[in-house]
């Protein structure tokens, strides 16, 4: 009998879960019960792991578990942040105005994380396009080319003999390099999970040229929009900020917001605590933050400047790619070109060798 993992335990789509959250939402808005919205929303749904939390959180609300705390059994599919919200809307009395913040929030992230990836698509075909041709040069046309130069026992050019090279080594030792390269990426997979190995691997793509700033931008924009939010619900600034932090995705980017966390709680305010913190927030958002502080408009201007950003980002990003786009195709070019050369260069001398 095949294995199969428990549903209770298995991570809901973020598509689902963001239908969860707007549809109960929508529920208490009507005016219905919150046990009874939930025996409707896990009657409906069709995903089995859905089907089975949301039954189990139904279950804790009606024996008289705050949903917040029943959605916190299953952090798989509820993150931190997204308890904390649903706790504050519990505790004030708006908690349909919170899920309703919480889809809107969910659906610009996963709109923002959509747009990184299909930006990402086509120069990830392009360097996959590029390595198969190689290995197809290499393996099966540089061979019989070779045949044909043995055959006249000529002295082939320095650029041809390195080809050739390279093509004998990948014939012979291609298998065990691939082996071994995957392996590596194995053990590399393994290892980026691991704490220490995460801190270092974040650390590292934060100093990549191009990919580290738009990662930090990145950043920066969820930041905001996170805290605006929680701040919009309710929930106070020491807490919304720890919840933030959560939410950046890289531990060495929130250990730097730790920081500004512990001079806010000592009496500081949010843009004087940030200061530190330029890797992420650039001082006209520091003043932008400082400003919005004094006239009491801070969620809604960290709102506005998380869609500034967003905006900004995708701009970016398109520029990132247009430029990377011609440097593949260039790349890509230059080394069939390169191939092509070693292979013709010595048909000009073949001549003398027949003669």
Same mark, same amino acid.
């Given at each position: 009998?095949?294995?199969?993992?428990?549903?209770?335990?298995?991570?809901?789509?973020?598509?689902?879960?963001?239908?969860?959250?707007?549809?109960?939402?929508?529920?208490?808005?009507?005016?219905?019960?919150?046990?009874?919205?939930?025996?409707?929303?896990?009657?409906?749904?069709?995903?089995?792991?859905?089907?089975?939390?949301?039954?189990?959180?139904?279950?804790?609300?009606?024996?008289?578990?705050?949903?917040?705390?029943?959605?916190?059994?299953?952090?798989?599919?509820?993150?931190?942040?997204?308890?904390?919200?649903?706790?504050?809307?519990?505790?004030?009395?708006?908690?349909?105005?919170?899920?309703?913040?919480?889809?809107?929030?969910?659906?610009?992230?996963?709109?923002?994380?959509?747009?990184?990836?299909?930006?990402?698509?086509?120069?990830?075909?392009?360097?996959?396009?590029?390595?198969?041709?190689?290995?197809?040069?290499?393996?099966?046309?540089?061979?019989?080319?070779?045949?044909?130069?043995?055959?006249?026992?000529?002295? +082939?050019?320095?650029?041809?003999?390195?080809?050739? =090279?390279?093509? !004998? $080594?990948?014939?012979?030792?291609?298998?065990?390099? *691939? &082996?071994?390269?995957?392996?590596?990426?194995?053990?590399?997979?393994?290892?980026?999970?691991?704490?220490?190995?995460?801190?270092?691997?974040?650390?590292?793509?934060?100093?990549?040229?191009?990919?580290?700033?738009?990662?930090?931008?990145?950043?920066?924009?969820?930041?905001?929009?996170?805290?605006?939010?929680?701040?919009?619900?309710?929930?106070?600034?020491?807490?919304?900020?720890?919840?933030?932090?959560?939410?950046?995705?890289?531990?060495?980017?929130?250990?730097?917001?730790?920081?500004?966390?512990?001079?806010?709680?000592?009496?500081?305010?949010?843009?004087?605590?940030?200061?530190?913190?330029?890797?992420?927030?650039?001082?006209?958002?520091?003043?932008?933050?400082?400003?919005?502080?004094?006239?009491?408009? +801070?969620?809604?201007?960290?709102?506005?400047?998380? =869609?500034?950003? !967003? $905006?900004?980002?995708?701009?970016?990003?398109?520029? *990132? &790619?247009?430029?990377?786009?011609?440097?593949?195709?260039?790349?890509?070019?230059?080394?069939?070109?390169?191939?092509?050369?070693?292979?013709?260069?010595?048909?000009?001398?073949?001549?003398?060798?027949?003669?």
């Amino acid at each position: 009998m095949a294995w199969k993992r428990d549903p209770a335990t298995q991570k809901v789509p973020h598509r689902v879960v963001e239908e969860f959250v707007r549809q109960l939402s929508s529920l208490l808005a009507a005016g219905v019960s919150l046990s009874r919205a939930l025996s409707i929303l896990h009657r409906e749904a069709s995903v089995p792991a859905a089907k089975t939390q949301w039954k189990a959180i139904h279950d804790a609300v009606v024996d008289g578990t705050s949903l917040a705390s029943a959605m916190a059994k299953h952090p798989q599919t509820f993150p931190r942040v997204y308890t904390a919200m649903v706790q504050a809307g519990e505790t004030g009395g708006f908690l349909a105005t919170v899920l309703d913040q919480i889809a809107e929030f969910q659906s610009r992230s996963r709109d923002m994380k959509g747009k990184v990836l299909s930006a990402m698509i086509y120069p990830l075909v392009l360097l996959g396009l590029a390595i198969a041709v190689i290995i197809f040069l290499m393996l099966f046309f540089i061979p019989r080319f070779k045949v044909v130069f043995a055959g006249f026992g000529a002295q +082939l050019p320095l650029i041809t003999r390195a080809i050739v =090279a390279c093509s !004998e $080594s990948l014939t012979h030792y291609g298998i065990y390099a *691939a &082996v071994g390269l995957a392996a590596a990426a194995w053990w590399a997979h393994h290892w980026i999970k691991t704490e220490h190995g995460s801190r270092v691997w974040q650390r590292w793509v934060l100093r990549f040229p191009v990919a580290g700033a738009l990662l930090a931008q990145f950043a920066m924009a969820r930041f905001c929009r996170m805290l605006g939010t929680l701040l919009e619900a309710g929930v106070p600034l020491i807490s919304a900020l720890r919840v933030g932090c959560d939410s950046l995705g890289n531990q060495t980017l929130a250990d730097a917001l730790t920081e500004s966390i512990d001079r806010v709680k000592k009496g500081s305010g949010l843009a004087a605590s940030l200061r530190d913190c330029k890797s992420i927030f650039p001082s006209t958002v520091l003043e932008m933050i400082s400003v919005a502080e004094e006239t009491g408009r +801070l969620d809604k201007e960290l709102m506005r400047l998380a =869609a500034v950003t !967003e $905006s900004d980002l995708d701009r970016r990003l398109r520029t *990132a &790619v247009s430029l990377v786009e011609p440097l593949l195709l260039f790349g890509m070019a230059g080394f069939i070109g390169t191939i092509f050369i070693g292979m013709v260069l010595p048909i000009f001398s073949l001549q003398d060798y027949i003669k």
